[in-house]
């Protein structure tokens, strides 16, 4: 009798965490606004497309690798973070400046960057270069610790 309550419990169990390990895999998307932007990222990749043709130019943007393991913190305050963490690059270059939403649009020391996506997984950020009768669109994926 003490087996199957046994078996019982522990197949509640398992069932349980795999519940439980499955909800925190889950992606949600958040509304756009500064408490739910607030937060550290890391990048993942960097996309360029110009046409139709699309390259990861990750390495090309951020040839240093140890400068791809680095934080990017945006603080509830409008204040920003870029931190050398990780792998430390011969120079640090972390430093503190301003950030600010307009509308769907990131303002980033000032560069403005149109939010794509953000979820309590990540942030996709887009910005269009126009020049010498060529578009490319740069896709900036981040990570969100």
């Known amino acids: 009798m003490i087996r199957p309550l046994k078996n019982t419990l522990t197949l509640?169990?398992?069932s349980a965490a795999t519940l439980?390990?499955?909800?925190?895999?889950?992606?949600?998307?958040?509304?756009?606004?500064?408490?739910?932007?607030?937060?550290?990222?890391?990048?993942?990749?960097?996309?360029?497309?110009m046409g139709s043709e699309?390259?990861?130019?990750?390495?090309?943007?951020?040839?240093e690798a140890c400068q791809r393991d680095d934080e990017f913190v945006l603080h509830d305050d409008n204040t920003f973070?870029?931190?050398?963490?990780?792998?430390?690059?011969?120079?640090?270059?972390?430093?503190?400046s301003e950030w600010y939403l307009d509308n769907n649009e990131l303002v980033l020391d000032n560069e403005i960057f149109t939010i794509?996506?953000?979820s309590n997984k990540?942030?996709?950020?887009?910005?269009?270069?126009?020049?010498?009768?060529?578009?490319?669109?740069?896709?900036?994926?981040?990570n969100r610790k």
Do not use: R
């Open 12 to 14: 509640i169990l398992i």
């Open 20 to 49: 439980t390990a499955c909800k925190k895999d889950k992606e949600d998307i958040l509304t756009v606004n500064q408490e739910n932007l607030a937060g550290t990222y890391t990048i993942s990749s960097i996309m360029a497309k």
């Open 54 to 63: 699309e390259k990861n130019v990750t390495n090309d943007m951020i040839p």
């Open 81 to 96: 973070e870029y931190n050398d963490v990780g792998t430390k690059c011969e120079d640090d270059d972390s430093f503190v």
């Open 116 to 118: 794509e996506k953000l």
């Open 122 to 142: 990540g942030l996709v950020l887009k910005k269009t270069h126009t020049g010498n009768n060529m578009t490319v669109t740069v896709t900036y994926n981040f």
